[in-house]
T-cell receptor
Framework: KNEVEQSPQNLTAQEGEFITINCSYSVGISALHWLQQHPGGGIVSLFMLSSGKKKHGRLIATINIQEKHSSLHITASHPRDSAVYICAVESSTLVFGAGTILRVKS | DGGITQSPKYLFRKEGQNVTLSCEQNLNHDAMYWYRQDPGQGLRLIYYSQIVNDFQKGDIAEGYSVSREKKESFPLTVTSAQKNPTAFYLC???????????FGEGSRLTVL
């Protein structure tokens, strides 16, 4: 079993829809990262959080330490949100999920 | 602008050749990392360095080598001993080994 599991693996949404991507982990962590990888391959950091909730524009990330679970929400989705979203947890090292491929259709 | 620069973006190699991927950062970060990405899998750590002249093996270090002679630079050599080198390679850095991750644009290596 992978230490970091993301769901769904693939997600297709219509423009304007509310999107949720989930991340579950099985190890004790000091922080959790949400990353965005565009088709060209470059990765940018969206959030780093260790408790509660963070918001940046249309993106919201939440974490429940007791349940070992985090969610990334995208409100009013847009085709430019199409990317791979990756969850990574900091324990002794960084462990990455396999990513969720999101496609937003106009 | 501060950031991480990887080169080359695309690289083709014949079997038996060593190749070196460049990673340079001007963020003044202490820690640098090399990851390998294969389709359908999470990023896997090859090597990391927390300080100049010191580096540690990651989960899949076999067939790879690195150096950290300068704080700004962390080149990765893919040697002929790496059995399946075709992959996408990403370099990353963080300040003092923790905190927000910064990634380069990646290098795609194809072995012919």
């Amino acid at each position: 079993k992978n230490e970091v599991e993301q769901s769904p693996q693939n997600l297709t949404a219509q423009e304007g829809e509310f999107i949720t991507i989930n991340c579950s982990y099985s190890v004790g962590i000091s922080a959790l990262h949400w990353l965005q990888q565009h088709p060209g391959g470059g990765i940018v950091s969206l959030f780093m959080l260790s408790s509660g909730k963070k918001k940046h524009g249309r993106l919201i990330a939440t974490i429940n330490i007791q349940e070992k679970h985090s969610s990334l929400h995208i409100t009013a989705s847009h085709p430019r949100d199409s990317a791979v979203y990756i969850c990574a947890v900091e324990s002794s090292t960084l462990v990455f999920g396999a990513g969720t491929i999101l496609r937003v259709k106009s | 602008d501060g950031g991480i620069t990887q080169s080359p973006k695309y690289l083709f190699r014949k079997e038996g050749q060593n190749v070196t991927l460049s990673c340079e950062q001007n963020l003044n970060h202490d820690a640098m990392y090399w990851y390998r990405q294969d389709p359908g899998q999470g990023l896997r750590l090859i090597y990391y360095s927390q300080i100049v002249n010191d580096f540690q093996k990651g989960d899949i270090a076999e067939g790879y080598s690195v150096s950290r002679e300068k704080k700004e630079s962390f080149p990765l050599t893919v040697t002929s001993a790496q059995k399946n080198p075709t992959a996408f390679y990403l370099c990353a850095s963080t300040p003092a080994g923790a905190g927000e991750l910064f990634f380069g644009e990646g290098s795609r290596l194809t072995v012919l």
